[in-house]
């Protein structure tokens, strides 16, 4: 009995951990697109539809599901750790400064990858079902979607954190850091409104996602499967071909709609 209560008061620890970061973000973001910035974000809205309450309750409620599959999953990295089977560590001195500087963008890399590949993978349609229709139950997602997932999609994710920390050395900072960025990108993919200046998709920082990007995801279903870069979908053909012309919708004030074309994809690739 004392065993499973102290496994307990883990899982309680982690749920409350990643509940706090979740509602951080999901907040933030959201007082942002309808409060503090109001007037320019809904300039900047990428769909005429909006959320409803209804689509925001189930969003909520889905997210509360998987940060108790998050914990679940905690306490197994936690007993991993205790085992010294992960590779983390808290003296900046344990390895090279070099490493230090480099291993949250080598991190973010490895995630955006894992993420492309079993996002895609959900989508086959004997997984669809199972894994992530419960995600795409947000037709216009808002960024409490972050963590809309089923049991299913809720355990591959989260399962990244233990492999991740199994393979390659990672100082605890640097973890941390990284797990704010991936909420708070999440969130700021699933805003429904676009965040990116203007000139994004015309310069060097193309290689990264935008919320237009994954919205066009969430309307379409089959292409744009990147989380923070647009490589994979590139490389891969899987990139809508007017991801580009619906961004500069979006900066311009006009909605984007999956069903009809009102200018040429042809033209207007880019914002200029």
Not at 36 to 61: G, L, N, P, T
Not at 62 to 87: K, Y
Request: one cysteine or more.
């Amino acid at each position: 009995m004392e065993f499973l209560w102290e496994m307990a008061q883990t899982w309680g620890e982690h749920f409350r951990r990643d509940l706090f970061r979740y509602l951080i973000a999901a907040t933030a973001v959201s007082l942002l697109v309808s409060w503090v910035f109001r007037q320019w974000m809904d300039s900047r809205r990428i769909q005429r539809r909006r959320a409803s309450w209804k689509d925001i309750r189930r969003e909520i409620h889905f997210s509360m599901l998987t940060l108790g599959v998050f914990a679940t999953i905690g306490i197994i990295t936690s007993i991993l750790g205790d085992w010294g089977l992960l590779r983390i560590y808290r003296q900046w001195s344990d390895y090279p400064l070099w490493w230090n500087l480099i291993s949250l963008p080598v991190l973010i890399v490895l995630h955006d990858t894992y993420f492309y590949w079993t996002h895609r993978a959900m989508h086959h349609p004997a997984l669809f079902k199972h894994f992530h229709r419960v995600h795409h139950l947000s037709r216009t997602p808002t960024p409490w979607a972050a963590y809309s997932f089923s049991v299913g999609e809720a355990s591959l994710m989260g399962i990244f954190s233990p492999l991740i920390l199994a393979l390659i050395p990672l100082h605890l900072t640097v973890w941390l850091i990284f797990i704010f960025v991936m909420i708070f990108r999440n969130a700021m993919l699933h805003a429904g409104c676009e965040f990116h200046p203007r000139s994004w998709v015309d310069g060097p920082l193309d290689i990264m996602t935008t919320t237009t990007h994954h919205d066009l995801h969430h309307q379409r279903f089959h292409g744009n499967y990147g989380f923070y870069f647009t490589w994979w979908d590139r490389w891969m053909g899987t990139e809508f071909k007017n991801y580009k012309q619906a961004f500069c919708q979006a900066v311009d004030g006009n909605f984007s709609d999956p069903h009809t074309r009102k200018r040429s994809i042809a033209s207007n690739l880019n914002c200029g």
